[in-house]
């Protein structure tokens, strides 16, 4: 298996709404990310899990919250967002050491109302 | 910290011609380098990476880059474009020492031209 499969492929939520984004690969990864992608501009790190310990939160307002049950499994509650968080959110998976590969997902959509 | 520069946010080439997109990294040691394709409603993919061992670096579908120091640049090249080139190209860095920080240039578009 060499996929991250990240689910729900679209979201769409009101302000006041709680959901998830969920992200899982089994391919024996270390660390795993996620990115923000706005339209037409790069991924912004976001988080990333290193041994399924938090090692980078890039300054992430407190309504992501990012979660590493395991190390397949990666998951970002979302918690009274803003329309202006609306975006392609990208998980990504990477073996740490060396130059550090990064295998992505397809992306979550979400938008928020 | 670590970051890339492309230049050129949109890039448009005729099929058949050469394709160059260009990345330079600001760093005052060799950082590890990297090149994703982003096609429409997808995630990324990488074409290739720089890891010191070799400056000429070969990538999937016929994409090559080559490191150069004095230059601090990694541009991305392919002899012959295709029509199935047509996407979002992304330069990205990461420090030796800190290779979990992945960061991304702003990226170009490529346009491939009938």
């Known amino acids: 298996d060499t996929e991250v499969t990240q689910t729900p492929k679209h979201l769409v939520m009101g302000m006041t709404n709680k959901k998830s984004l969920k992200c899982e690969q089994h391919?024996?990864?270390?660390?795993m990310y996620w990115y923000k992608q706005k339209a037409k501009k790069p991924p912004e790190l976001m988080f990333v899990?290193?041994?399924?310990?938090?090692?980078i939160n890039e300054s992430v307002p407190s309504r992501f919250s990012p979660e590493c049950p395991n190390s397949s499994l990666l998951n970002l509650h979302l918690h009274a967002l803003q329309p202006e968080d609306s975006a392609l959110y990208l998980c990504?998976?990477?073996?740490?050491?060396?130059?550090?590969?990064?295998?992505f997902g397809a992306g979550s959509r979400l938008t928020v109302l | 910290a670590q970051s890339v520069t492309q230049l050129g946010s949109h890039v448009s080439v005729s099929e058949g011609a050469l394709v160059l997109l260009r990345c330079n990294y600001s760093?005052?040691?060799?950082?590890?380098l990297f090149w994703y394709v982003q096609y429409p409603n997808q995630g990324l993919q990488l074409l290739l990476k720089?890891?010191?061992?070799?400056?000429l670096v070969k990538g999937i579908n016929g994409f090559e880059a080559e490191f150069k120091k004095s230059e601090t640049s990694f541009h991305l090249t392919k002899p012959s474009a295709h029509m199935s080139d047509a996407a979002e190209y992304f330069c990205?860095?990461?420090?030796?020492?800190?290779?979990?920080?992945?960061?991304f240039g702003k990226g170009t578009r490529l346009h491939i031209l009938p």
């Open positions: 899990y290193s041994y399924e310990k938090l090692s």
């Open positions: 990504a998976s990477s073996q740490l050491g060396g130059a550090n590969v990064l295998t």
């Open positions: 720089y890891t010191s061992a070799a400056t």
């Open positions: 990205a860095v990461s420090e030796m020492n800190r290779d979990d920080k992945i960061i």
């Open positions: 760093s005052s040691v060799p950082p590890y």
């Open positions: 391919m024996g990864h270390r660390a």
